[in-house]
């Protein structure tokens, strides 16, 4: 990784800097701009480059990227943002630049959001005070209003802080938050000291000679700062008046403000032992959490980096990539939601959820998730009224506290999995969460009165779009993620999958290798799903069977090959099914949609003497009953010339697998060639597959899932499939890999279906 070093200058994560080219080196400028990312790491003494050993460098830095690149009249500079804190191990000069190797150490969150809040106003009071005579200290002072985090106020005022390298240098390798704040604040109380005293001296160089003077103003400013200590200890705000204080600068509407003012009357009524004080201090401490006006501010939107960041988040999607694009420009340029809500469906795995985090960080907001898999309350999103005992905010306030700020991107996840029972219905509650029209006025039951949502950035997901209401899903953008292709699975492995399994394992890159066979072979034999979780949890299990070499047998590198795979993997996991070898009569191969991405499904009948009864067994649903009915009326039909005595024959279907549920209107198709084979004693052409629902006039109708069952399909080794005429445009969603490799036939009617899959006409 390429490494920018800097000398005497306070740098910290999550901020945005902007660099002069003073500081980062002209050759190293151009080699910048050619990173997706570099680190940043402080310099022990102003140095040249060409002169700098790896003595000369702390151990700890930042991972930065650049935002853009300013040139104005010759002059050049960055805007550059800074990311996670690291440790710097095993650096190399190279002719032009110095590169090296880093892992992220976290910082310990050992304190409060509230307590970093406190420090955060603190400093800002101190900053504001050392600026407030100087020329243009109005302006000064609304950048420093705007400070969002202590990390950012910190690295603003970094170069006025009196602290020398080594100090600098602490505050970055803090081990904890209190830490480093303890350190921020020293620094800046010892600038402010500094200013009162010189200060000081100016005023009253005439009147005393400037020793004695200077001894006078050190003792007043220590008794100065005794008296503040004291009127610290003694002299704090009470609970109430803290709150108080808190709502009038919570920036809140005129309507929550009144009603915040009620409640904290009531608590001062109550006093401490009012069986009703915690209840309305917890009330007052959420309505005085939550952003009012904050939002999370950014520089101006840049496409290319969003596009950049969504492409190194995820290989592939290129569609969605570019719908959800076209989504978040819109709402950067007018600020608020608009147009529909971003729903992606897919199976587990596909990168539904991950996107919204891709979405956040391509806007450069705050990013939360809820988990709306179970609810069955509609409270849990609306609220509970304060009147109930144990009263809490809904999910989406809850939500909004934590995000800190009144315009993150929220991903609500599983929004398939609502259910509805006697405390309400959920799904209709987030109607008014999820519509502009009344979003901007969201009342959540625990409030009690409006909050605007209309900053917010909504994405929903779902594993399919069967289970989401009408009304709720008509308020929703689908956009579908099929499952991935063997070789768009391979390069997320290589490219993603393998190297965060490898960080998060300990091990080093030069540790562990996998070769391109046992790669496909795991993909092949060892995961079962449109999505890649399960290709994940096996490379994640390669990874810690090498670590445990790497302790048993000493440092060396492990290969990994096709050979070896079994002995760490164990044996395949993956059965998938394949196209019938031996053609029988009575049997068609149908192509089925699963949680899991797509499969291929047997449909098997047979005949005997009887009284005209249907057997159906295989654990269907009742729509796949109905559609074996409907085929078996269909089939009727056909042989009304032939005058077949269908009463004195039972006919049998089953669908093997019978421990596992099934349902469905697609195997519609699949049932009338079973049974059309059976009768005609004739076996269905080799390697041919089907789906499709069929209607009593015999016309075949459009189905689901497409992508997920051609790509099972081909993963079968199936030829020629044959697909609804409906379906027709959704080829164009489906990878040319997997088009390229089968035979598509659309069809309308029956007769198709029967000249396709058994050669006659009917």
């Given at each position: 990784?390429?490494?920018?070093?800097?000398?005497d200058?306070?740098?910290?994560?999550?901020v945005?800097?902007?660099?002069?080219e003073?500081?980062?080196?002209?050759?190293?400028?151009?080699?910048i701009?050619?990173?997706?990312?570099?680190?940043?790491?402080?310099?022990?003494?102003?140095?040249?480059?060409?002169?700098?050993?790896?003595?000369?460098?702390?151990?700890?830095?930042?991972?930065?990227?650049?935002?853009?690149?300013?040139?104005?009249?010759?002059?050049?500079?960055?805007?550059?943002?800074?990311?996670?804190?690291?440790?710097?191990?095993?650096?190399?000069?190279?002719?032009?630049?110095?590169?090296?190797?880093?892992?992220?150490?976290?910082?310990?969150?050992?304190?409060?959001?509230?307590?970093?809040?406190?420090?955060?106003?603190?400093?800002?009071?101190?900053?504001?005070?050392?600026?407030?005579?100087?020329?243009?200290?109005?302006?000064?002072?609304?950048?420093?209003?705007?400070?969002?985090?202590?990390?950012?106020?910190?690295?603003?005022?970094?170069?006025?802080?009196?602290?020398?390298?080594?100090?600098?240098?602490?505050?970055?390798?803090?081990?904890?938050?209190?830490?480093?704040?303890?350190?921020?604040?020293?620094?800046?109380?010892?600038?402010?000291?500094?200013?009162?005293?010189?200060?000081?001296?100016?005023?009253?160089m005439?009147?005393?000679?400037?020793?004695?003077y200077?001894?006078?103003?050190?003792?007043?400013?220590?008794?100065?700062?005794?008296?503040?200590?004291n009127?610290?200890?003694?002299?704090?705000?009470?609970?109430?008046?803290?709150?108080?204080?808190?709502?009038?600068?919570?920036?809140?509407?005129?309507?929550?403000?009144?009603?915040?003012?009620?409640?904290?009357?009531?608590?001062?009524?109550?006093?401490?032992?009012?069986?009703?004080?915690?209840?309305?201090?917890?009330?007052?401490?959420?309505?005085?959490?939550?952003?009012?006006?904050?939002?999370?501010?950014?520089t101006?939107?840049?496409?290319?980096?969003?596009?950049?960041?969504?492409?190194?988040?995820?290989?592939?999607?290129?569609?969605?990539?570019?719908?959800?694009?076209?989504?978040?420009?819109?709402?950067?340029?007018?600020?608020?939601q608009?147009?529909?809500?971003?729903?992606?469906?897919?199976?587990?795995?596909?990168?539904?959820?991950?996107?919204?985090?891709?979405?956040?960080?391509?806007?450069?907001?705050?990013?939360?998730?809820?988990?709306?898999?179970g609810?069955?309350?509609?409270?849990?999103?609306?609220?509970?009224?304060?009147?109930?005992?144990?009263?809490?905010?809904?999910?989406?306030?809850?939500?909004?506290?934590?995000?800190?700020?009144?315009?993150?991107?929220?991903?609500?996840?599983?929004?398939?999995?609502?259910?509805?029972?006697?405390?309400?219905?959920?799904?209709?509650?987030?109607?008014?969460?999820?519509?502009?029209?009344?979003?901007?006025?969201?009342?959540d039951?625990?409030m009690?009165?409006?909050?605007?949502?209309?900053?917010?950035?909504?994405?929903?997901?779902?594993?399919?779009?069967?289970?989401?209401?009408?009304?709720?899903?008509?308020?929703?953008?689908?956009?579908?993620?099929?499952?991935?292709?063997?070789?768009?699975?391979?390069?997320?492995a290589?490219?993603?999958?393998?190297?965060?399994?490898?960080e998060?394992?300990?091990?080093?890159?030069?540790?562990?290798?996998?070769?391109?066979?046992?790669?496909?072979?795991?993909?092949?034999?060892?995961?079962?799903?449109?999505?890649?979780?399960?290709?994940?949890?096996?490379?994640?299990?390669?990874?810690?069977?090498?670590?445990?070499k790497?302790?048993?047998?000493?440092d060396?590198?492990?290969?990994?090959?096709?050979?070896?795979?079994?002995?760490?993997?164990?044996?395949?996991?993956?059965?998938?099914?394949?196209?019938?070898?031996?053609l029988?009569?009575?049997?068609?191969t149908?192509?089925?949609?699963?949680?899991?991405?797509?499969?291929?499904?047997?449909?098997?009948?047979?005949?005997?003497?009887?009284?005209?009864?249907?057997?159906?067994?295989?654990?269907?649903?009742?729509?796949?009953?109905?559609?074996?009915?409907?085929?078996?009326?269909?089939?009727?039909?056909?042989?009304?010339?032939?005058?077949?005595?269908?009463?004195?024959?039972?006919?049998?279907?089953?669908?093997p697998?019978?421990?596992?549920?099934?349902?469905?209107?697609?195997?519609?198709?699949?049932?009338?060639?079973?049974?059309?084979?059976?009768?005609?004693?004739?076996?269905?052409?080799?390697?041919?597959?089907?789906?499709?629902?069929?209607?009593?006039?015999?016309?075949?109708?459009?189905i689901?899932?497409?992508?997920?069952?051609?790509?099972a399909?081909?993963?079968?080794?199936?030829?020629?499939?044959?697909?609804?005429?409906?379906?027709?445009?959704?080829?164009?969603?489906?990878?040319d890999?997997?088009?390229?490799?089968?035979?598509?036939?659309?069809?309308?009617?029956?007769?198709?279906?029967?000249?396709?899959?058994?050669?006659?006409?009917?």
């Amino acid at each position: 990784m390429l490494v920018v070093p800097v000398y005497d200058t306070l740098i910290l994560s999550d901020v945005r800097i902007h660099v002069d080219e003073e500081v980062f080196a002209l050759a190293e400028v151009k080699n910048i701009k050619e990173e997706t990312s570099f680190l940043i790491v402080p310099i022990r003494e102003n140095k040249d480059q060409n002169s700098l050993t790896s003595e000369d460098f702390y151990d700890f830095g930042v991972l930065a990227e650049v935002a853009d690149v300013i040139k104005l009249e010759g002059h050049t500079t960055l805007n550059v943002d800074t990311k996670e804190r690291v440790r710097i191990s095993n650096l190399s000069f190279e002719k032009d630049h110095i590169e090296a190797e880093y892992e992220v150490s976290n910082v310990i969150e050992d304190i409060t959001k509230e307590e970093q809040k406190f420090f955060l106003k603190r400093f800002k009071e101190y900053a504001q005070d050392i600026f407030k005579d100087v020329p243009g200290g109005a302006i000064v002072n609304s950048y420093i209003r705007r400070w969002r985090t202590i990390n950012e106020a910190a690295t603003q005022l970094g170069g006025y802080l009196a602290l020398d390298p080594e100090e600098r240098f602490a505050i970055l390798a803090a081990k904890s938050i209190s830490e480093r704040y303890t350190l921020l604040l020293g620094g800046i109380k010892e600038l402010l000291e500094i200013r009162d005293i010189n200060t000081g001296i100016r005023e009253k160089m005439t009147e005393e000679q400037q020793t004695s003077y200077k001894t006078a103003a050190i003792r007043r400013q220590i008794r100065y700062l005794e008296e503040e200590l004291n009127e610290l200890e003694n002299g704090e705000l009470d609970e109430e008046q803290l709150l108080a204080l808190r709502i009038k600068k919570a920036g809140m509407t005129e309507e929550a403000e009144k009603e915040s003012n009620r409640a904290l009357r009531r608590l001062k009524m109550e006093g401490m032992t009012g069986h009703e004080y915690g209840a309305l201090y917890d009330y007052l401490d959420f309505m005085t959490s939550l952003a009012w006006k904050d939002s999370k501010k950014t520089t101006g939107f840049n496409i290319k980096r969003a596009r950049r960041t969504l492409d190194r988040g995820h290989y592939g999607l290129d569609k969605v990539k570019k719908r959800v694009l076209e989504q978040i420009a819109v709402n950067s340029i007018k600020g608020k939601q608009d147009g529909s809500i971003l729903l992606f469906v897919g199976a587990p795995g596909t990168g539904k959820t991950s996107m919204g985090q891709g979405i956040a960080d391509a806007m450069g907001r705050k990013y939360v998730r809820i988990s709306l898999g179970g609810i069955r309350d509609e409270a849990e999103i609306r609220g509970h009224r304060r009147t109930y005992v144990g009263a809490m905010p809904g999910r989406i306030m809850e939500a909004m506290r934590r995000a800190g700020v009144n315009n993150p991107v929220m991903v609500l996840d599983e929004v398939d999995k609502l259910t509805s029972e006697a405390h309400g219905d959920p799904a209709s509650a987030l109607l008014e969460v999820l519509d502009p029209e009344q979003n901007f006025a969201f009342t959540d039951h625990y409030m009690n009165v409006p909050y605007d949502l209309s900053k917010v950035f909504f994405v929903c997901t779902a594993n399919t779009t069967d289970g989401i209401p009408k009304p709720l899903l008509d308020r929703m953008e689908v956009i579908n993620l099929s499952g991935y292709t063997p070789s768009e699975k391979y390069q997320i492995a290589r490219r993603h999958l393998l190297p965060k399994a490898i960080e998060q394992t300990g091990l080093k890159k030069e540790q562990i290798s996998i070769d391109t066979k046992a790669l496909r072979a795991i993909i092949a034999d060892y995961t079962m799903e449109a999505g890649v979780r399960g290709l994940r949890r096996q490379l994640d299990k390669i990874c810690r069977d090498t670590a445990v070499k790497l302790l048993e047998e000493g440092d060396h590198k492990t290969v990994i090959t096709q050979e070896n795979l079994r002995e760490i993997l164990g044996k395949k996991v993956a059965h998938h099914d394949e196209a019938l070898k031996k053609l029988v009569a009575g049997v068609a191969t149908g192509l089925a949609w699963t949680q899991a991405g797509g499969d291929i499904l047997f449909i098997e009948a047979v005949v005997t003497k009887g009284s005209g009864k249907l057997q159906i067994t295989g654990q269907l649903g009742d729509v796949m009953k109905e559609s074996a009915e409907i085929a078996y009326t269909l089939v009727k039909a056909a042989y009304q010339k032939e005058k077949k005595d269908f009463d004195k024959i039972d006919l049998h279907i089953h669908v093997p697998e019978g421990a596992t549920p099934k349902d469905g209107p697609s195997a519609g198709v699949t049932l009338f060639t079973a049974l059309f084979s059976l009768f005609l004693k004739k076996p269905v052409k080799r390697k041919l597959a089907m789906t499709g629902e069929i209607s009593l006039r015999g016309e075949v109708l459009p189905i689901g899932g497409l992508p997920e069952k051609l790509m099972a399909a081909q993963r079968a080794g199936v030829k020629t499939v044959l697909i609804p005429k409906g379906n027709e445009e959704d080829l164009e969603e489906i990878p040319d890999e997997i088009k390229k490799k089968l035979t598509i036939i659309p069809v309308g009617q029956i007769s198709e279906v029967a000249r396709e899959s058994l050669g006659i006409e009917i």
